[in-house]
């Protein structure tokens, strides 16, 4: 069911804002993860103030988690042996707001005006409610709140009060330890949620407080990471709290005032976190840490509007025409900011720092899905994420040896390095995230000319990763390559032989090794890589001419499409086994890697994979639905390119999966932002030149947008009948716009387009590739 866009009275389309204008019980959740903010390294998520009205609250920093030993029913060798979760870190985010004796909640107070609103320009959230008061008062709260980005660490929240009449006000600031509380999270049979830990996770080190300040520290009972929390409070007219009181679980200051007509009280809560490697390794307390940090509430208020001032100078994707599109479109680019800006050294979660959906792990889904944005919006932050997983490579050594291949094996989900996945079949079986890592290596070196690091880190992740594709698979009887005992993108088929996706995208690896002048490779090395490229095995049908999904794909019995949707995603109602002999797709998987290594198929080839499978893919996951539409764009489909899109665009604002709750998909907003300039645009790279092949939408009258290229930033600008091209900074670069070449610099080059002819879709041959003993006896 929408969300969003089912009541556009309750949230008007503003271009520059996601805005409430009413509350209604249900669905806060959710929407404490829409409203929520987060600069990739801090995150807060959109809970109101008041606890009775927060669904599930919590503030997270990247990387923070706690550890456990995984406990598997039946233990094998080289099976998942520690698990890591994201901690829920203490949150400031709470006050207690009474009036004349009456506490104010919007489940129990009377409301007379309600609006609440992020700002995408700013980074700022507000909420700004008007009660009526049992004592007869209307009074007046906003609050606003932001975090910082040059102070990365840093939180500031203000509350102001004001009221028609003299009013009692009393008012508690409080910071509540949420890792160790109980809580209803609903997670069980949902492997997308996080779990939750038995015994205590956060360890006080440090308990201190006084005069309106908070000074207090924490260890993870067996990660052993430290967080430390400063916390000071201002007021307006220099009111003096009344108490401040410290616990492990819920430290507060409180204040207890009179309030005139016309004379707000206004409170401001400045608040700083340390934690990280930097905290661990100084043996400093955390707590001393986080107090460095500290900023007012007004600095980090204009960190944050000069950070998205600059951000959207050149990260804005305008689509002419479409007001409906366009304000999702900038919420999901504020998503990608929010998730990735700050990150420095780091991954990138699957939540970002909204959540603690998937536990706050690390997946393939930064290199193949959010990668593509950071690499042309953020080289910098692109870099900073690849020399994260070159951090790595140890672990990923010793991984490797576990499972019986040279080179480095690195895990399916992560934060520490160690394997986290404990169902091999459709986490460490996943052996593609290796060449997702390769492939974002290459692409981020191509991208952004980075020599230092194409010799050094990136050629060691180049090596180690070809090194790891040559042992795990063999030349077989029939010469050619062969890869077994794997998964592709695709979880509802698990453990394979010859996954397409896989082969090629291992091919591209070990030949964009072999390519590298390094002293480090052998020449025997160089030409085994070279031979297994060449030699690799992909699968085809000859019946139907299309590249199957692997070697015995084309042999599974059909799903029953007549399943109600009642009975989607499959994974939560269907045995892996009943899904994995059937011929159903969670995501693009071969479709996928048509689009990545687009030069290695042919116009026919890309158009009957996306007839084949995008009629069996169920989109049950969220990396899907842009894939397929910026693959059915390429082909030719408009009508299913802009439907599938439209899907990727709305799947958090209208919680179509039903997990918003946990967090924004952060790589299906990538998606969204490759969906615009890979999809509609036909940016493909990695080639002799950027190359573009545009397919805009007949409903749109524009699409226009910058990309980092080469230290130039060249601007795109797409009409119906043409394409112009400026390098706006830097110098002049050569372009392919549909094979023909132009060397575009400071005067704008346009190019004529003409239209794409829609083709007849491929008509398969009928019958089922298997068949039941009741068919088998009629056909006899």
């Known amino acids: 069911m929408a969300l969003i866009t089912a009541d556009r009275e309750r949230f008007p389309n503003t271009p520059w804002q996601l805005v409430e204008t009413r509350h209604e019980p249900g669905n806060a959740g959710t929407l404490e993860t829409l409203f929520a903010l987060g600069n990739g390294h801090l995150g807060i998520r959109g809970a109101h103030w008041a606890a009775a009205d927060a669904d599930l609250p919590g503030s997270f920093i990247n990387g923070l988690h706690e550890i456990w030993d995984i406990k598997h029913a039946e233990n094998a060798f080289g099976f998942a042996r520690t698990g890591q979760r994201i901690i829920y870190i203490p949150d400031a985010n709470n006050f207690t707001v009474i009036i004349d004796g009456e506490m104010l909640s919007l489940a129990e107070s009377a409301v007379q005006e309600y609006r609440r609103s992020v700002d995408f320009s700013t980074g700022v959230y507000e909420c700004r409610i008007t009660w009526l008061c049992r004592s007869g008062a209307t009074v007046t709260t906003t609050e606003r709140r932001a975090v910082g980005f040059e102070s990365r660490g840093s939180l500031g ?109 206004r409170l401001e809560k400045s608040i700083s976190y340390a934690a990280g490697p930097g905290v661990q390794d100084s043996g400093c307390d955390a707590a001393e840490a986080a107090e460095e940090g500290l900023r007012s509430v007004e600095e980090i208020f204009a960190e944050s509007r000069e950070h998205y001032r600059g951000y959207w100078a050149t990260s804005d994707i305008m689509v002419g025409g479409q007001p409906e599109l366009q304000q999702a479109i900038r919420w999901n680019l504020f998503q990608l900011a929010q998730a990735t800006a700050r990150a420095d050294v780091a991954g990138i979660p699957a939540k970002g720092v909204s959540g603690s959906g998937y536990e706050g792990h690390y997946f393939w889904d930064q290199e193949v899905y959010l990668l593509p944005y950071l690499t042309y919006t953020n080289p910098e932050g692109a870099r900073r994420v690849l020399e994260f997983r070159h951090e790595m490579l140890p672990i990923a050594r010793i991984r490797a040896k576990e499972l019986s291949v040279d080179g480095a094996l690195f895990p399916w989900r992560t934060i520490n390095g160690l394997e986290a996945s404990a169902y091999y079949a459709a986490g460490t079986a996943q052996f593609h995230i290796a060449a997702a890592i390769a492939f974002a290596t290459n692409r981020y070196v191509w991208a952004s000319g980075d020599a230092q690091f194409r010799d050094g880190m990136g050629a060691e992740l180049l090596i180690e990763t070809a090194r790891m594709w040559i042992s795990l698979g063999f030349f077989g009887k029939d010469g050619l390559f062969h890869i077994h005992g794997v998964t592709g993108p695709d979880e509802y088929t698990a453990v394979v032989n010859d996954n397409l996706y896989t082969n090629v995208m291992a091919r591209f690896n070990l030949r964009a090794a072999a390519a590298l002048a390094h002293a480090e490779i052998s020449d025997d090395e160089r030409q085994l890589w070279s031979a297994a490229a060449d030699r690799m095995q992909l699968p085809f049908d000859d019946r139907m001419q299309v590249y199957s999904q692997d070697n015995d794909f084309m042999t599974l019995e059909p799903w029953d499409w007549t399943t109600p949707r009642s009975k989607y995603p499959l994974l939560l109602h ?28 042919s116009a026919e080839e890309k158009r009957r994979a996306f007839d084949f499978y995008d009629p069996i893919t169920t989109g049950d996951s969220t990396l899907s639905a842009c894939v397929q539409g910026i693959m059915a764009a390429e082909v030719g489909y408009p009508k299913a390119a802009l439907e599938h899109f439209t899907n990727a665009l709305f799947i958090d604002l209208d919680d179509t999966h039903g997990n918003t709750i946990d967090g924004v998909h952060i790589a299906s907003t990538g998606g969204v932002w490759s969906s615009l300039v890979c999809g509609f645009a036909g940016l493909r790279d990695q080639g002799p030149a950027p190359f573009f092949d545009p397919r805009l939408p007949s409903e749109w009258e524009s699409l226009a947008f910058h990309l980092k290229v080469q230290g130039r930033l060249l601007q795109v600008e797409l009409d119906a009948g043409s394409l112009t091209l400026t390098v706006s900074e830097g110098e002049p670069l050569d372009v392919d716009v549909r094979g023909e070449l132009f060397r575009v610099g400071a005067e704008a080059v346009r190019v004529a387009l003409a239209p794409v002819q829609v083709p007849e879709p491929t008509v398969f041959p009928s019958g089922l590739p298997t068949a039941s003993i009741p068919v088998v006896r009629a056909l006899a």
């Open 157 to 265: 929240i203000s509350l102001e009060v004001s009221a028609d009449r003299d009013v009692s006000v009393d008012v508690t600031s409080s910071v509540i330890n949420r890792q160790d509380q109980p809580v209803e999270d609903h997670s069980e049979h949902d492997p997308r949620r996080a779990g939750r830990h038995a015994g205590r996770v956060l360890l006080p080190l440090r308990l201190d407080g006084g005069d309106g300040s908070l000074r207090l520290s924490w260890e993870a009972a067996e990660s052993k990471q430290r967080v430390g929390i400063a916390v000071d409070h201002w007021t307006s007219a220099g009111h003096q709290p009344f108490d401040t009181l410290v616990d492990q679980d819920d430290s507060s200051v409180r204040y207890v005032l009179a309030v005139g007509a016309g004379e707000p009280f």
């Open 574 to 601: 269907f045995h892996p086994l009943v899904i994995y002999r059937h011929q159903v797709l969670k995501q693009a998987d071969t479709v996928l890697a048509m689009f990545l290594q687009w030069q290695d198929f």
